[in-house]
């Protein structure tokens, strides 16, 4: 025996990095015949415990299940190990045998750890058992103890039960002050952040670097430059080793980059050592992409070495990619990604899923989700869920929309679950499935936002439920208390032209308490085409040109509306002032899923017609529509060109060059799915119903505003679109 007790191979375990090395150690260990002794095993169930890997735990438990009378010392290391493992539920697990022992009882060791598993867990119903048994046995009034209670209240933003542990705290010291600051960022309260730090310095405690990189934290949600520069200013006149205090800078960098102001991140980024840290560049990738500056976004993530493009930096820009809508270049980018190695987070996932949603990329979410999503954490992990709820109904597939949606215990359901599901309805213009969703939400206490009433109005916009989205307009501020924004007035002004009520619609924009946007008097002027009310329409028209003096979809509509009430020169009028002007019809396109690759489809690009045998197509289409009474819709076909050119004009939508190929190249009997740029032309919906019989074939096209499901002649908006 050495000194001090300890066994001759013990010692080299301080030296060791690998599992491999200690295991060598350990066989010394048991050649010297100490392998059943408590000290040198603790010694190696606290080396395994806390290497922070899935086999070092497995380990630590194998040498655990060798010791007869565990002790304190091991009890502790084991809930301290596992609480930073994949499976924290285990450090409840050894608290619960820890207790069932006669002569070991728990300490003030014991419990930070243990909450901190809490923490991470679904719920938060452990953690309040545990601050139980933290009054039973007289902790309470541990600082240490006391600060790992708030930390876990404010995990689950239980703001008030974190702000009674801290005013009962005996002792509010620097610790405390930044667990609670950093809690307030972290739940969206940043004025009450704000508010503590002056009580902070009031109390005479002085703040630290991590006190300014949690203020800094709780305002950059905010886009608050003003606030933002006095924090920076005061750390800068309170910290006098700001210029060497990475972490802070890189706060500094992260607040100006979350809030938009890239010129002064960029005056920080450039102040930083040349070796920066991945938080570093990762902030000023998320902080170009947000603004939607994917180019420069990118030049910085391609700046970044290998070894620094985390996944932090990954998804940053695959969510830049996804909300700026060039969502081939995010699914792109995550196939690059993939290709490396690296496992995707939720927010990778959502991000994904928002790409996959919107090109329609159904086959390619649902690989998503049996790769990385497993059906319980899949219900268990919400942002995901509602994410694949999303996925899902954009695609067209609204039963596993439904299906995941009903799987998710309803301890679990948030706001966002709800909005994400009704807005999905509405789309597919189920507008009382979507009103009983939103009574389903109300009935379990969740306080619908302005996001809700959107969805919902939008859904009875869609169903023409005139009187229930009066209704609910009404008790938007009379009974939630939601001011109505220009978002609820668009809804309400397209639900009420929708239904022939222009006088109405005209009406309610003229009374709103701000100016129209272009959206209002887009849905206004839809509504006067739809209803042939060229009067209104002209105003509304005047309006959008005012607006959006070069977009020409505002000339088009209002050209259309006019021949579709022979008014045949004003129409061409309005085509040549966008000649004149040089205005030009925003393209048509379609995008198609076919065997995990998307197609894009360009109107009257007929480049396509080599591919397949889409022409042969096109012209079996035509000659089966000729049999079944079809007589092209060419009114709204505004060229100087003969009835015949016409006919070939519409023949080449987007949309039908889609549904050839599709024809052409899948099964029979498989369901087709479309995703159109523009809203679907009266022509192609006439004649999407009838091949939908003519072909046996339920057909889903999903225009600018909803989804058209063509089935047996029919379609679900029953002409109302």
């Not at 930070?112 to 601050?131: D, E, M, W």
């Not at 009450?192 to 405690?205: H, I, Y």
């Not at 934290?217 to 003003?226: E, K, Q, T, V």
């Not at 994400?420 to 509405?426: D, E, N, P, R, T």
Request: with cysteine; proline share 3%; net charge neutral.
């Amino acid at each position: 025996m050495l000194p001090f007790g300890i066994p001759p191979p013990l010692y080299l375990l301080e030296s060791c990095k690998t599992i491999k090395q200690a295991f060598q150690v350990y066989a010394q260990i048991i050649l010297n015949g100490f392998q059943h002794h408590v000290f040198p095993i603790s010694r190696f169930i606290s080396f395994f415990a806390l290497l922070g890997s899935e086999d070092g735990t497995k380990y630590s438990q194998i040498l655990f299940l060798q010791i007869q009378h565990p002790n304190q010392f091991v009890y502790n290391t084991m809930i301290r190990g596992f609480s930073h493992s994949k499976f924290p539920e285990k450090a409840l697990g050894f608290y619960s045998s820890m207790l069932h022992q006669v002569n070991i009882s728990p300490n003030n060791f014991t419990y930070p750890f243990l909450l901190n598993s809490c923490a991470r867990l679904s719920t938060h119903k452990p953690g309040v058992q545990v601050h139980g048994h933290v009054i039973k046995f007289g902790f309470e009034l541990d600082p240490f103890v006391g600060n790992a209670l708030m930390h876990f209240y404010l995990v689950f933003r239980r703001l008030n039960d974190a702000q009674i542990m801290f005013e009962e705290s005996p002792v509010t010291d620097l610790v405390s002050y930044n667990t609670m600051i950093n809690g307030y960022g972290l739940a969206g309260e940043p004025g009450r952040a704000l508010n503590l730090f002056r009580k902070m310095q009031d109390s005479g405690v002085l703040p630290d670097e991590f006190t300014f990189v949690a203020l800094l934290s709780a305002f950059s949600s905010l886009n608050d430059h003003r606030i933002g520069k006095e924090i920076h200013g005061f750390v800068y006149r309170n910290l006098r080793c700001v210029e060497s205090n990475v972490l802070l800078k890189t706060a500094i960098l992260h607040s100006y980059a979350k809030s938009g102001l890239m010129d002064l991140a960029e005056r920080v980024f450039s102040s930083m050592p040349s070796n920066k840290s991945t938080a570093a560049w990762s902030s000023m990738v998320s902080g170009y992409a947000r603004r939607g500056e994917t180019e420069a976004a990118r030049r910085m993530f391609d700046q970044m070495d290998q070894p620094q493009r985390d996944l932090i930096g990954w998804t940053a820009m695959i969510s830049g990619y996804s909300q700026s809508g060039q969502c081939s270049e995010a699914l792109e980018l995550f196939k690059q990604m993939e290709d490396l190695g690296i496992r995707p987070d939720e927010c990778t996932m959502a991000a994904v899923l928002s790409a996959c949603a919107r090109l329609g990329a159904l086959s390619l979410g649902e690989r998503l989700r049996s790769r990385y999503i497993e059906g319980e954490l899949c219900r268990q992990n919400i942002i995901v869920s509602t994410a694949l709820i999303d996925m899902y109904s954009k695609c067209g597939k609204m039963d596993s929309a439904l299906h995941m949606f009903h799987s998710i215990p309803k301890g679990l359901w948030t706001v966002s679950l709800f909005n994400s599901m009704i807005s999905g309805l509405a789309q597919h213009g189920l507008g009382e499935s979507a009103l009983a969703v939103f009574w389903d939400m109300e009935s379990i206490g969740l306080e619908p936002d302005s996001v809700t009433f959107v969805a919902v109005l939008s859904a009875c916009s869609h169903s023409g439920l005139v009187k229930e989205g009066k209704e609910l307009f009404r008790s938007m501020l009379d009974v939630y208390g939601i001011k109505p924004q220009k978002e609820h007035y668009g809804c309400m002004v397209d639900l009420l032209g929708r239904d022939g009520c222009l006088d109405e619609a005209y009406d309610l924009i003229q009374s709103m308490p701000f100016e129209a946007n272009s959206v209002i008097w887009r849905a206004l002027l839809s509504a006067c085409k739809l209803h042939r009310n060229v009067k209104i329409g002209e105003v509304a028209c005047q309006k959008l040109i005012e607006l959006e003096p070069d977009h020409g979809a505002h000339y088009v509509l209002l050209s259309n509306m006019l021949a579709n009430t022979n008014r045949w020169e004003q129409a061409e009028r309005i085509r040549k002032v966008m000649e004149d002007r040089g205005i030009q019809k925003p393209p048509g396109w379609s995008y198609i899923e076919f065997r995990g690759t998307i197609r894009r489809f360009l109107a009257s690009d007929k480049s396509h017609l080599q591919d397949k045998g889409i022409e042969s197509m096109l012209q079996d289409m035509a000659m089966r529509l000729r049999s079944a009474g079809y007589v092209p819709n060419t009114v709204q076909v505004m060229f100087d060109i003969d009835e015949e050119e016409k006919e070939t004009v519409v023949s080449y939508h987007s949309e039908k060059l889609a549904l050839a190929f599709w024809l052409v190249s899948s099964g029979a009997g498989e369901t087709i799915r479309i995703m159109k740029n523009l809203r679907v032309c009266g022509d192609c919906h006439s004649v999407f119903k009838l091949l939908s019989e003519i072909y046996s074939r339920e057909i889903i096209v999903r225009d600018a505003i909803r989804f058209h499901h063509f089935k047996n002649g029919s379609c679900s908006c029953k002409d109302f679109w």
